[in-house]
């Protein structure tokens, strides 16, 4: 299978606000990917169910792990030629698991070992003091190794790998973890990036630098030419 691979980059939602924006279901718009599949017509599974349509529009963006398609062409063992398969997995999802409390201003934290760690703050954590995180997505961009699904043998689909990171004091990254791994080396791909992240700036607090956590989430495509 001869494949192309592009990588989007999707700006993340603090774990709380993770209805923020949902349904916007860009994965059906796009036309660079899974071409030749009609999802209104193909064979769908959602988490190994067999599903409608229908079924797939109730699924909102951030509960997608990955989604993988077939076209009639490519799709002959999945489907015995009928036509095209969808295949989709979501995301387990997870209560957070500490509690959040709220300061009179708005602000969110919660405490872990001690120390208070900045669910939303006066002013959060950046690069650069880019606050639309577009040096972010730069830098994404040009060290991510988009090639590694398909590296890895990965059918065409997407491929959503959200990572959980907290920002230090004096602006260093600690504690990557992916938080439900989609495959194909993607997760560890992601972690490897990691590493190598820039200096941030800092989340503010009344005025106070302070600890914050923050929630990412990289998307891989591979498309099948």
């Known amino acids: ?3 192309i691979l592009k990588m989007l980059v999707v700006v993340s939602m603090i774990i709380l606000c993770r209805g923020v924006a949902a349904q916007n279901h860009f994965w059906l718009k796009d036309p660079y990917f899974a071409p030749g ?13 067999s599903s409608t349509y229908d079924d797939l529009l109730k699924i909102d963006d951030t509960s997608m792990l990955k989604m993988e398609a077939y076209s009639r062409k490519s799709s002959s063992r999945k489907s015995d030629g009928k036509g095209s398969v969808v295949s989709v997995t979501t995301r387990t999802q ?6 959040v409390e709220t300061t009179a201003d708005s602000a969110k934290y919660f405490v872990m070992n001690g120390d208070s760690i900045f669910l939303k703050a006066s002013t959060k954590a950046s690069i650069g003091g880019d606050s639309t995180y577009n040096t972010w997505n730069k830098f994404l961009a040009k060290n991510l190794r988009s090639e590694v ?15 959980r ?18 495959g194909y080396g993607t997760g560890a791909e992601v972690l490897r990036v990691m590493s190598k992240s820039p200096a941030w700036q800092p ?12 929630q990412r989430v990289i998307i891989f495509q591979v498309t099948e030419m």
């Open 149 to 163: 699904p398909a590296a890895n043998g990965s059918p065409p689909g997407r491929y959503w790998v959200t990572v």
């Open 94 to 99: 997870k209560s957070f698991e500490y509690p």
């Open 1 to 3: 299978m001869n494949s």
């Open 37 to 49: 599949v009609s999802f209104a017509s193909a064979t769908i599974t959602i988490n190994g169910v």
């Open 165 to 182: 990171f907290f920002i230090n004091k004096d602006g260093s990254i600690s504690n990557p973890t992916i938080e439900e791994d989609p």
């Open 203 to 214: 989340a503010v607090y009344n005025g106070q630098v302070v600890k914050s956590y923050q």
